[in-house]
């Protein structure tokens, strides 16, 4: 987050003295995001927004006193669908310092994106994808999007009217593309094992989207289009519940990043109620949970780089209800690490945004961004669900260390 300027500025900070920029954070165990094992105590200074010195904790050192509580590197969400301002809030309370929105309804996450760079509005850093590229775009692609309103009626098909659209998305300020390699699992009406986009037409995504300087993030559970999406040059696979051998194998040699989005395709992530389409999906989480942690166990097994996502919304439903802990959690529970699975959710989401020179670690030079917990989550990672201190930029936007 930036500084605030003008009247507004003046207003917040005075009402918030307490978000000012500490100059030591002192006393805490650091995990550092990079899979080290060790969590030796430290203090470290900061300069404005970045991380400008470690050192092995000093008795009576002054500064903000973690008392031993565990810093980690914020949390960087690799799959979320925040939107507006609230939601961002809600995300940077949970300890998530960047996020990167992979489709929004109206455009709403690129301008919240901007309120947040701009320091009008309090949030994690947002990349974001500016919609969903698939045959049926929806009509609320099309109302911000009016120049395609052919494809209200008739599904977006073939390489060259693909690629317009995702023209269409860059000048509008995109920072990633996202396609559909297959249908949606969370539409009652849709088959997730079904391919969308053809290899052709996610590649005319992939070249236009290099030649932006971008790149592009595949939703894909069927084996088919993910295998597509794959031998296209997307740089994530996202879900890939049905991934096949000769994919992972693939990813392995491309490295092709693989997002799995598991808390939120487990029964966690379930619509409530008893309508029939709650119920199709209940009953199909049941079905997908197996394979999908299967190819999340052979893709950790071969060293493809695997990130964290939630695929939630941080807003008031039903998805907003998974955080990157309980992805963390589920990670754990298929053989990471608690420190991978940190990794997972810091710097190897990092990695996926192209981010990692300036955060998802901590390490000198790098931005203040971090997560501070009570007790050691190489022991107990429920932990990671309550935050007693975020920093974004080196301003503390949550404080309950005393
Ligand atoms: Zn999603």
Request: aromatic share 6%; net charge neutral; charged share 25%.
């Amino acid at each position: 987050m930036r500084r605030l300027s003008g009247v507004i500025a003046i207003g917040l900070w005075c009402a918030s003295a307490a978000a000012a920029a500490p100059e030591w954070l002192v006393n805490g165990h650091l995990i550092d995001g990079r899979n080290r094992a060790e969590a030796p105590l430290v203090d470290v200074r900061l300069e404005g927004a970045r991380i400008a010195e470690i050192r092995p904790a000093v008795a009576n050192a002054v500064g903000l006193d973690l008392r031993g509580a565990f810093l980690l590197p914020g949390f960087i969400d690799a799959h979320t669908h925040i939107e507006d301002p609230a939601a961002a809030r809600r995300a940077l309370q949970a300890g998530v310092t960047t996020a990167r929105v992979l489709g929004d309804a109206y455009l709403k996450a690129l301008a919240t994106r901007d309120l947040i760079r701009h320091g009008y509005v309090d949030g994690p850093e947002l990349l974001a994808s500016g919609g969903h590229i698939r045959p049926r775009l929806g009509e609320p692609f099309i109302l911000s999007f009016p120049q395609f309103g052919p494809y209200l009626e008739t599904p977006l098909t073939g390489a060259e009217n693909v690629r317009a659209v995702a023209e269409a998305v860059i000048a509008r300020g995109a920072d990633v593309l996202k396609v559909g390699a297959s249908e949606r699992a969370g539409l009652a009406a849709t088959d997730p094992r079904r391919q969308e986009l053809s290899f052709a037409e996610i590649r005319a995504v992939v070249e236009v989207a290099t030649q932006a300087g971008l790149y592009v993030a595949a939703h894909a559970h069927d084996r088919k289009g993910a295998n597509a999406a794959v031998r296209a040059g997307v740089r994530s696979i996202e879900h890939g519940t049905y991934l096949d051998d000769e994919t992972l194998a693939l990813m392995r040699q491309k490295g092709t990043f693989f997002v799995p989005t598991l808390a939120i395709m487990s029964p966690l992530g379930d619509p409530r109620g008893d309508s029939a389409d709650a119920i199709a999906l209940q009953l199909r989480t049941r079905a997908m949970m197996r394979p999908l942690r299967e190819a999340v166990k052979k893709a950790h097994a071969l060293g493809i780089p695997i990130a964290v996502g939630t695929d939630g919304d941080y807003g008031e439903g039903e998805s907003a209800r998974v955080r990157p802990a309980h992805e963390i959690e589920e990670l754990v529970a298929v053989g990471f690490t608690p420190t991978e699975a940190i990794s997972a959710a810091t710097y190897q989401s990092a990695r996926v945004l192209g981010i990692e020179a300036r955060t998802g670690s901590v390490a000198v030079g790098l931005e203040a961004d971090f997560v501070v917990v009570e007790r050691d989550p190489r022991h107990d990672t429920s932990t990671l669900y309550e935050p007693i201190l975020v920093l974004s930029n080196g301003r503390v936007v949550l404080n309950r260390l005393y």
